[in-house]
């Protein structure tokens, strides 16, 4: 069976800086996965290599068996994956409805176009935006804007969505609000890839998960059978 994300042998480079080293990671449509790391682990590095953002060294990343490993970003989202970009990157000049539809002009898709994602359904899904669909941007809470973040790249027509932190700086019940929404889009059939640095979060929502430790998986598996101790060691390198 072919995987539909998969990330194989991936080594990534800054300068002379070495941020990921042989990252093998795969995800299948309905399922949400999650990666987990501190600070620096190298997680928003695995986004950008998987999204062309940041050329890789070696390895490949492969999307349906095709080979997306260096391509354009504009390819790689037109291909059907998405990123939530880390601090979500809100344009304060556009209104909220016209950030939200700049995910449909970056996919290069059109009105007219078929895609299931419209703005009508965006908003059934997050109705306070359509509320407050005339408003700048910026002028949402963090959480709210995080819900402007996750609907332009559902915009795209996304099959995988890359998720880099949502969660950072929200209370409880809004972050539940938004795990409960990507929950139902995967019961569609839609993939998540959440990277988070809040562990249990990470772990209660996803099916299964890697541990990031200067840029190498340190432990992968079922997030249900996840051993708290071990997660703890794979996650900061040492007993704490
Ligand atoms: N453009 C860059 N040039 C040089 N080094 C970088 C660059 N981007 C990231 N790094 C370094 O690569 C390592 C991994 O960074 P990355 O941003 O991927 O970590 P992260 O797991 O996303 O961390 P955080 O949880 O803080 O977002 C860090 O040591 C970081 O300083
Ligand atoms: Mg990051």
Known sequence: MTNLLQVCDLTL????????????????????VAVIGANGAGKS?????????????????LFEGKNLTNSQTSSVVRAGIAVVPEGRRIFPSLSVEE??????DVAGL??????????????????????KRKLSGTQLS?????????SRALMTNPRVLLCDEISLGLA?????????????LVKEGLAVLIVEQAMRTALSVSSRYY?????????????????EEAVIRAYFGRSV
Request: aromatic content about 6%; hydrophobic content about 40%.
């Open 99 to 104: 950030n939200i539809l700049m995910g449909r």
């Open 45 to 61: 590095s695995l986004i950008k290599a998987i999204t062309g953002l940041a050329p890789p060294s070696s390895g490949s990343v």
């Open 13 to 32: 480079h800054y300068g002379k800086f070495l941020a990921l080293k042989d990252i093998n990671i795969h995800i299948e449509a309905g399922e949400i």
């Open 142 to 150: 963090g959480g709210q804007q995080q819900m402007i973040a996750i």
């Open 211 to 227: 541990c990031m430790l200067e840029g190498q998986i340190s432990l992968s598996g079922l997030s249900s059978d996840a051993d």
């Open 172 to 184: 409880p019940t809004i972050i539940n609000q938004l795990y409960d929404q990507l929950r139902l």
């Open 110 to 131: 059109t009105d007219n176009s078929g895609s299931p994602w419209t703005l009508e359904r965006i908003y059934d899904l997050f109705p306070v935006l359509e509320e």
